[in-house]
């Protein structure tokens, strides 16, 4: 009520400046005190800097119940809006994201990465047994796809609800869809223009809440994992702390554990080829199109963002200088009549795409084929089909196999400055010139290979610079290697 003070400055019983009653308080707290009060209380009014008190419920009153009538009776109403939130929070770091599936038939059995995000049901809270709603439906969605079994069972990671903090997100979500339902309806409800403005105003607060109170609801990762074979499929949770999308978020936080591979190294394949094995039991070759399978579907293996990973990973391997001790070579068939690899291709630039129906050959295979191919062709014999010379022939034979060999040269030296811009010259010139002179059909032949690399900087190296390079140099074995100042 109006006190006698207000009402000698002029307001009337209805519109009273509280301000004037509370006097000593700084003009800032009191208007964020108001503000807060406005927000709850259900005779409250304000326009701008004016606050009064009237005999009609304000608007935050109509939305208060209406709000309580969508988290009672409009369960659906919560779900397209909240489904709707969660689409535009992700982006495209991510093969492909399913928002809120209702089972695994929703959910596609693909090759490449996905980010499954659950619904509100599947909600995580820790328990003794690990054994979460949201962990007991990352299962089901991992191990079938409706009536059928999931093949690439290594191709789907989970986005999970917080059970303490849903229920924050859930009033959010129903205040603003209140404030939107009371706007949408202004003229019904025949709202004043304070009003109006009052209303915008508490949606925009209402959907800022739901934005950010959304990233904090769903903070759970679960990323299937499997140690070896033998081991039973974990479903173990991982608190997301990030900023971002949520798919940005998920993605970050996989990569950094190691539960997902952007780039693979040629040398990393070779061990997954050998640790399981991946090789058939003959162990020679497996082709490219059954490893993108056996990477999405086994989660002992390194998962992949997506097959293209593996492409680049193999071309990488076989254009290696080491590939006959560190990786593989490529062969584009196998001919069983003749048990040879056709287009057989080791320590050379190949390109893999989608589709490609090539091998991947052990190195050990493929370099005894290489030398078997490469192995001079046998002497020729006589008219009679015999390789039997008589006594005078063997002696001409001999003298002229003794003065040919005395006048092949015996020692090659060559030096080569290469452009440090273009590493690939490194390969070409063992392609093209080393491998010549270590052919395993020759024997005796031995071959010492240095690279000298000498670099000046007027400014001076980096710290940075000084030990990656002093790292790697260590890693590669470097007889030796130092940085000198002037």
Known sequence: APTTQAANRGVDDRHVRLGAVMPGEPPAKITDALRRLTQSATYLYNDQARYWFDTQPTVTK???????????????????????????????????????????????????????????????????????????????????????????????????????????????ICDYLAWVEVLNEQETLNLTPSQVRQAQSQRDTATHRVEVQLPETYCWLIAPTQVSPKDPLAFSAQKLSTSGTLDARVKRKLVGDGLLAPVLGATTLRQELDRVPLWPPDGSSVPI?????????????????????????????????????????????????????????????????????????????????LSRESAPAPAPTDATGSAELSFGAQATATMESSSLESSRPHRYHATVHLDPHRASDVTRIYQEVIAHLVNTSMHGVNAKVTLEIEASSADGFPEGVV????????????????????
């Open 62 to 172: 109509l939305v208060a119940d209406r709000s309580l009538r969508l988290q009672r009776d409009q369960p659906d109403e919560i779900y397209r809006e909240l489904r709707a939130r969660l689409v535009s929070s992700t982006g495209n770091d991510f093969a492909g994201v399913h928002h809120l599936p209702d089972g695994g038939a929703d959910i596609p059995d693909l090759l490449a990465t996905r980010l499954v995000i659950l619904r509100p049901e599947d909600v995580y809270l820790r328990t003794p047994d690990d054994d979460s709603p949201a962990q007991r439906r990352a299962r089901e969605l991992v191990e079938s796809r409706g009536t059928a079994p999931r093949t690439y069972r290594n191709a789907l990671v989970f986005l999970a609800p917080d059970q303490a903090r849903f229920d924050d997100l859930k009033v959010a």
């Open 289 to 369: 199109a059954k490893l993108v399978e056996y990477f999405a579907s086994y989660p002992y293996l390194t998962r992949l963002s997506d097959s293209t990973v593996l492409y680049r990973a193999i071309e990488s391997g076989v254009s290696q200088l080491m590939w006959q001790v560190d990786t593989f070579a490529y062969a584009e068939a196998y001919d069983a009549s003749t048990d040879r690899y056709l287009g057989l291709l080791g320590g050379a630039s190949i390109t893999i795409n989608d589709g490609d129906r090539g091998l991947v050959v052990r190195a050990e295979v493929a370099a005894a084929q």
């Open 467 to 486: 030990r990656v390079v002093g790292e790697n140099g260590a890693t590669l074995r470097f007889a030796q290697q130092s940085f000198e100042e002037n």
